[in-house]
């Protein structure tokens, strides 16, 4: 496949005497009318788009209904055009937490795991404190944390966690406990 730049005045058809079994238009601002070969039927075809003919050709015909300049691809082989177009609304609901509810302190006794916060939908974020007063830090994460894995809060550390999931804490410590501070930050 080669790339041919062209400049295409309203109406007008340029012919190629190339052969050939593809065609890819690579750029164009307008739809763009092809004829492969002897073929009469006039395909249209738009920036991206392209096709491959049943049999090789040994000429192609370009149109435009439009002044305009592009780059079409013609010869043996094939294009794989990996441009995309989106036109989309989106819709959603950002919206910060209206209620936020400092929960009990959770202590965790040494080598242990606690549940802090159990499965709530309307949750957006809980902050999770881990006191200057404490000796160690803490893992968190689900039901499965434990000393090897999870997040960690050091001592005098703050985590804001979106999650509604439950979430719990391990204290690697071998001899003291942890105290925990919770606020639950939620949308009602």
Known sequence: MRDYPLKLAIGQVIEFDIEGDSFHIVTAPSEVKVTLGTNETEITRYQ??????PKPYTSVKIRSLVAQDIIISLGY???????SNLTATISTSIAPANLNTPLALVTILPLTRALLATSKASRKELRIGVASTNTTHIHFGDVTVDAT?????????????????AIYAYNPHAVDSVIVNLVSMERL
């Open 149 to 165: 894995n999870g997040g960690i809060i050091e001592v005098g550390g703050i985590d804001y966690v979106s999650s509604e999931g």
């Open 77 to 83: 082989g094939g294009v794989s055009d990996s441009r």
């Open 48 to 53: 991206g788009m392209g096709g491959q003919s």
